[in-house]
């Protein structure tokens, strides 16, 4: 049974950083995509980026180019996503997501969304 | 960045009775690897959302076979053939075609009569 469990609820002042992490189980990590999904107080849902751990190489959309950083430690298990210059646009619950591939088999790219985390609430707030 | 809009945004349905989302997408989800990168998820209230359809029309592990998914090009639709009382929440259609720009219709919230 896959899990990704997220870390707990931040409160941030503006113009800091914040670093969300996620942790999987249940699913071969090196035939992992991760991504990370936002989703602002009664909003939709927003993608922010993501990685596959065995290339390590994090794609970001053009919108959070520059302020959103998305790393893997295979030795943990563990994605992070650090988002700088916080405004209080950036109150949100972040989401963690994440495509397993079947044994033998290596995502290519982080098409394909199957499993979310709890959800982590940052709130941006002076 | 390929926008998304799903009709209607709000629907009310008997138990029992069927239902359809559309959603439509401002360029072709058709990738040159012949592929349609087009999916389907349900946010139950105070829940993280949860796959549904993958693909197209392809149902989710665990998904009851009520729900189905068609479509191609920029029309695409997911069906309930008998709603349940436990199929209320927001559905969202995702593209995923462009890499660099993952997005998300706005949601359609579906509630019981």
């Known amino acids: 049974q896959v899990q990704l469990v997220q870390s707990g609820a931040e409160v941030k002042k503006p113009g800091s950083s914040v670093k969300v992490s996620c942790k999987a189980s249940?699913?071969?990590?090196?035939?992992?995509?991760i991504s990370w999904v936002r989703q602002a107080p009664g909003q939709g849902l927003e993608w922010m980026g993501g990685?596959?751990?065995?290339?390590?190489?994090?794609n970001y959309p053009q919108k959070f180019q520059g302020r959103v950083t998305i790393t893997a430690d295979e030795s943990t298990r563990t994605v992070y996503l650090d988002l700088s210059s916080l405004t209080s646009e950036d109150t949100a619950v972040y989401y963690c997501?994440?495509?397993?591939?079947?044994?033998?088999?290596?995502?290519?790219?982080?098409?394909?969304?199957?499993?979310w985390g709890q959800g982590t609430l940052v709130t941006v707030s002076s | 960045d390929i926008v998304m809009t799903q009709t209607p945004l709000s629907l009310s349905v008997t138990p029992g009775q069927p239902a359809s989302i559309s959603c439509k997408s401002s360029q072709s989800l058709l990738h040159s690897d012949g592929k349609t990168y087009l999916y389907w998820y349900l946010q139950k209230p105070g829940q993280s959302p949860q796959l549904l359809i993958y693909e197209v029309s392809n149902r989710f592990s665990g998904v009851p076979d009520r729900f189905s998914g068609s479509g191609s090009g920029t029309d695409f639709t997911l069906k309930i053939s008998r709603v349940e009382a436990d199929d209320v929440g927001v559905y969202y259609c995702m593209q995923s075609t462009q890499l660099r720009g993952l997005t998300f219709g706005p949601g359609t919230k579906v509630d019981i009569k």
């Open positions: 990685i596959i751990p065995i290339f390590r190489a994090p």
């Open positions: 249940g699913g071969t990590f090196s035939r992992s995509a």
């Open positions: 997501a994440a495509y397993f591939a079947p044994s033998g088999y290596y995502p290519k790219t982080l098409r394909r969304i199957d499993h």
